[in-house]
């Protein structure tokens, strides 16, 4: 019996997705909920699994194509069980072997094996030739699904590009999540009064409290503490203070948020992923580095689900972990504002009349001029600073 592979509902407002890479071919044995394909929406990359057993009978949206919510895009022939390996009988000159007998004179014997015809388009069809012709190297492509194989037209273009030699280009098509990522900056750009405004962090305090803790916070929570936890606390206390920054326009009205919804970007598979902390207020710090450092995992193996990345009420996002010096992030629409974190370096300060050397971090807020001025944005970024260099003051909330 053929069984239908169609798009399932994967979040609201989501209506179509694009067919990603098959992981299996027509003819292979798929088991009863193994990953057949994965597809993507503007929010997520999610696997579609068989419903049951059986063998891929078809394949009827190749990788690259749109598919609407509820269309059918292959068929699996169900038979509920994986196909049993039956063994071979044993040869004659096994079971002989087995069997002791009487030794015989060994008489001589030929074997005539048929040659090989030479299949000159054959063995060029293995070969993908690039500037070897020219006195280049022979390169070999790895063999791919049938449902991937490109086209060929893209084949000969493929060809033609690589005899130029050092000189390649590679036209890859963007993902729908890549897509959606660069159509919301672009319309954050384009409907925001986007501003930004910087302060600096000094991290002795937190990199102290990390030192001093980290064994036994580990000895009973299984995970390091690790500055994004201390940042998130901050904010929520900062947001407290500073409501605009935690409110979106909707039409003429600003809706202020009573609860806190912390998004935390994420360098995912196939690009940046916002995945969110509901409810971050009620969390601890162990519970918000173990739900970062499972989102993050999740994220790198694009096993996010399309719930988690949405909504949100405001966002933070660590470009320190790459590196980052200093930028100006983007706010994610409909909030109005994001923080930017940086990384850390070792900078001479002035403290108290005396230059001594300290970790510091640069961190930016861009928001929405629209519903947030100059004096609440600079309020906010100056709490940041106070409650990171004074951690304290997140436990007692003052």
């Given at each position: 019996m053929a069984i239908?592979?169609?798009?399932?509902?994967?979040?609201?407002s989501i209506t179509e997705v694009e067919i990603g890479e098959w992981l299996k071919r027509e003819g292979d044995f798929v088991a009863k909920d193994e990953n057949v394909v994965m597809i993507e929406s503007e929010k997520t990359t999610v696997g579609l699994s068989a419903p049951d057993a059986g063998k891929i009978s078809k394949i009827l949206k190749r990788k690259g194509e749109v598919a609407r919510v509820g269309e059918v895009i292959g068929l699996v022939?169900?038979?509920?069980?994986?196909?049993?390996?039956?063994?071979?009988?044993?040869?004659?000159?096994?079971?002989?072997?087995a069997v002791p007998s009487e030794p015989k004179p060994q008489l001589p014997t030929t074997t005539t094996e048929p040659k090989?015809?030479?299949?000159?388009?054959?063995?060029?069809?293995?070969?993908?030739?690039?500037?070897?012709?020219?006195?280049?190297?022979?390169?070999?492509?790895?063999?791919?699904?049938?449902?991937?194989?490109?086209?060929?037209?893209a084949k000969l273009q493929s060809a033609t590009r690589q005899y130029v030699a050092g000189r390649e280009e590679e036209n890859v098509p963007m993902t729908l999540l890549r897509r959606t990522v660069a159509k919301h900056l672009v319309e954050a750009q384009q409907t925001m009064a986007m501003l930004t405004?910087?302060?600096?962090?000094?991290?002795?305090?937190?990199?102290?409290?990390?030192?001093?803790?980290?064994?036994?916070?580990?000895e009973k929570f299984g995970v390091k503490p690790g500055f994004m936890s201390f940042f998130v606390k901050a904010t929520i206390e900062a947001?407290?203070?500073?409501?605009?920054?935690?409110?979106?326009?909707?039409?003429?009205n600003i809706v202020y948020h009573n609860y806190f919804d912390i998004g935390v970007a994420i360098g995912g598979g196939k690009g940046l992923v916002v995945p969110v902390l509901r409810n971050a207020e009620r969390m601890s710090f162990a519970e918000i580095e173990i739900a970062i450092g499972d989102l993050a995992k999740r994220a790198k193996e694009n096993k996010l689900k399309?719930?988690?990345?949405?909504?949100?009420?405001?966002?933070?996002?660590?470009?320190?972990?790459?590196?980052?010096?200093?930028?100006?992030?983007?706010?994610?629409?409909p909030q109005s504002g994001i923080l930017g974190m940086h990384t850390i370096q070792e900078r001479p300060v002035a403290i108290e009349g005396q230059v001594v050397i300290r970790p510091m971090m640069y961190v930016a807020?861009?928001?929405?001029?629209?519903?947030?001025d100059g004096r609440e944005a600079v309020t906010f970024l100056k709490a940041i600073k106070e409650y990171i260099e004074k951690p304290a003051r997140i436990l007692l909330e003052v």
């Open positions: 239908e592979l169609k798009i399932p509902q994967i979040g609201e022939e169900s038979n509920g069980a994986a196909p049993v390996e039956t063994k071979k009988p044993k040869r004659t000159a096994e079971l002989h072997a090989a015809i030479p299949q000159p388009v054959a063995k060029a069809a293995e070969k993908e030739f690039s500037s070897s012709d020219i006195g280049g190297r022979l390169r070999k492509e790895r063999p791919q699904h049938s449902a991937d194989l490109p086209s060929p037209e405004t910087f302060n600096e962090i000094d991290l002795a305090a937190v990199i102290a409290l990390r030192k001093e803790f980290t064994e036994k916070f580990v947001l407290k203070l500073v409501p605009q920054v935690n409110a979106e326009i909707r039409g003429n399309p719930d988690e990345l949405q909504g949100g009420t405001f966002t933070i996002s660590n470009g320190g972990v790459y590196g980052s010096l200093l930028s100006t992030p983007i706010v994610n629409p807020l861009s928001y929405d001029h629209r519903i947030v």
